[in-house]
């Protein structure tokens, strides 16, 4: 039994379409960074720039700053358990329950987000 023209030729059309979806990410960042007209490198200033990494950070000051941030966090959720919320009681007024504890621990609602 032979198949179909239509058949191998949505046959054709598919594996033509996964071929260039399976191509296309290495294309995606490719664009005009510099003098030459070349994809920008990734220690060039417009990949550092789209990145926001800062150039001169060393591991331990970005260790230093997750530290810190980690800190902080821990502070803030005992600041609201210490004004009644309880984060692992599955309540059905969840949002009430910590909106309530952070009015009554001065934190505000963007700081938890």
Do not use: C, W
Not at 41 to 49: I, L, Q, T, Y
């Amino acid at each position: 039994m032979s198949s179909s023209p239509a058949k191998k030729l949505a046959v054709l059309l598919a594996s033509v379409v996964l071929s260039v979806a399976a191509a296309a990410p290495a294309f995606a960042q490719s664009g005009g960074g510099g003098a030459g007209g070349g994809p920008a490198g990734e220690g060039s200033d417009a990949a550092k720039a789209a990145t926001g990494a800062r150039p001169h950070t060393s591991k331990a000051e970005r260790k230093a700053a997750r530290k810190e941030a980690r800190a902080k966090k821990n502070a803030e959720l005992k600041q609201l358990e210490a004004h009644g919320y309880q984060p692992s009681r599955n309540d059905p007024n969840y949002p009430n329950d910590i909106q309530n504890a952070q009015k009554k621990a001065g934190i505000g609602a963007a700081a938890s987000q």
